[in-house]
């Protein structure tokens, strides 16, 4: 169940709660072993929600879950404030230094990173017009929730507060969480990262919310960790953002070495955006065998469509996935090299279709030959990776086709044969350079000192041997 929590302190809280009880039926109930100022009196119920209104504002609601029976997650529906114009934003809360606003000083709440994934795509979805998305960083109360938690709100001024089609997207947005839960399971681990650095807007890691399949917990930009102090000083700090992300990675905006030793020495990983876009839909257990067996993403590794087998909904659980066994074989360069130069997209396109994972460079660009190609599945395809190694090769062999007129396969080696126009024995026909070398080149005769050279006389055989 998800409890939604309205403040009467706060009109645009009210605002979007009005909206949630209207959007849907509701359950209309009376409380009265609790205040009405702390939750009780009149609070509505239906399928997978309770919604209570409370005198204090949201940042100082600390133990709030405690009103509600017992909730998987807290939504504060509440007001943003700020000069960025019409905005529908989602963070969690706490205080990574001082708490100026609510909450303990260095004590962050539980964050629902999958929940907030899913609301800001909600949000997306309902945004009227004129109004931008995104996410915020961890900057105020509360600290101790009680259940996963984050706010929602609808921002920036009095006009938004009082615009009842931005209510209303809030409204939406909170409503499709139906069923969604705090975290994003990924086997024995999750699929969340903690964000260090950037602005209080967070781009960098909403990019991430919005574009990948990874959740992103708790966000400490620039000015929280400025307020933190220094970073050795501060370890608590720093692991209470990722057990209350419930992440074992990090992701850091900007260069902060000091802040990447901290967080290495407390036994989590920083990992690139490149990192987390290469791995978007890959388990992590698959991920982390690849780059045992292959190399790290951030030195050229990227993943085939192999990898992604029965990935789903961005929120789904990637441990019912099949399993994915694969091995390492190496692609001649040449072999390669020679499909990138008919077509570079298409031969690239050719290597994802046909592997778990291949090394490239230039930014993932370009192929290696370095390739997990996936093992047999079943009894229909018993050699294993070698059927896949030849599936492979079958598909760049299918690229060189385009340019060769003959491309075959010979023990351990592609053959491409030309019939090329030979420039050189052209010039010694006494064919002048120029417009009839194109004629010849292209199939027709052409008349030099009033006797034909015909395409056969200027035209030789050309074998080339690729290793594979």
Excluded: K
Excluded at 382 to 389: E, K, M, N, P, V
Aim: with cysteine.
């Amino acid at each position: 169940m998800i409890g939604l929590v309205v403040s009467r302190a706060d009109r645009a809280s009210e605002h979007v709660g009005e909206h949630v009880l209207d959007l849907v039926a509701w359950d209309e109930h009376e409380d009265d072993s609790r205040d009405a100022e702390a939750g009780g009196g009149t609070y509505y119920t239906r399928p997978g929600f309770e919604l209570r209104t409370f005198d204090a504002l949201h940042l100082h609601l600390d133990g709030v879950a405690s009103a509600f029976a017992d909730p998987s997650l807290v939504c504060f529906l509440s007001r943003h404030s700020g000069e960025t114009g019409p905005l529908l934003s989602a963070h969690f809360t706490g205080n990574f230094g001082p708490a100026e606003y609510g909450g303990g000083d260095g004590e962050l709440a539980r964050a629902c990173p999958a929940a907030q994934q899913a609301v800001v795509a909600g949000l997306a979805d309902h945004a009227p017009d004129g109004y931008e998305v995104g996410i915020e960083c961890t900057h105020h109360g509360p600290s101790d929730v009680g259940a996963p938690s984050m706010f929602v709100e609808l921002g920036s001024s009095d006009a938004e507060w009082d615009d009842p089609a931005g209510a209303r997207a809030v409204a939406r947005a909170v409503l499709d969480l139906d069923g969604a839960a705090a975290d994003h399971v990924d086997g024995a681990r999750t699929r969340h990262v903690v964000g260090f650095g950037g602005g209080h807007y967070a781009p960098r890691f909403a990019r991430v919310v919005r574009e990948t399949d990874w959740a992103v917990g708790h966000v400490g930009a620039d000015w929280p960790l400025e307020a933190m102090g220094p970073v050795g000083d501060n370890h608590d700090v720093l692991r209470a953002a990722f057990e209350e992300s419930a992440a074992d990675l990090a992701l850091v905006d900007g260069d902060r070495p000091r802040l990447v030793d901290a967080v290495e020495s407390l036994g989590y990983r920083v990992v690139s955006e490149t990192y987390l876009r290469a791995t978007d839909g890959v388990p992590r257990s698959l991920a982390d065998r690849v780059e045992d067996g292959l190399g790290p993403v951030d030195e050229g590794v990227r993943f085939g469509a192999h990898a992604r087998v029965g990935a789903g909904n961005r929120t789904s659980d990637a441990s019912e996935r099949p399993a994915v066994a694969f091995d390492v074989a190496d692609l001649s360069r040449e072999f390669v090299d020679a499909a990138l130069g008919v077509d570079a997209a298409a031969a690239r396109a050719a290597v994802a279709d046909h592997t778990v994972a291949f090394h490239t460079e230039e930014n993932g660009r370009r192929p290696t030959g370095r390739v997990a190609l996936p093992t047999a599945a079943d009894a229909a395809d018993a050699d294993g990776g070698s059927a896949s190694f030849d599936r492979l090769v079958d598909a760049l062999c299918d690229l060189l086709r385009t340019r060769y007129d003959e491309v075959s396969r010979e023990d351990e080696a592609v053959v491409a044969r030309e019939r090329a126009f030979d420039a050189a024995a052209a010039a010694d026909l006494g064919v002048p350079e120029g417009p009839a070398f194109g004629r010849l080149a292209g199939g027709e005769p052409v008349e030099v000192d009033g006797r034909e050279v015909t395409p056969e006389d200027v035209h030789r055989d050309r074998t080339v041997r690729f290793s594979v």
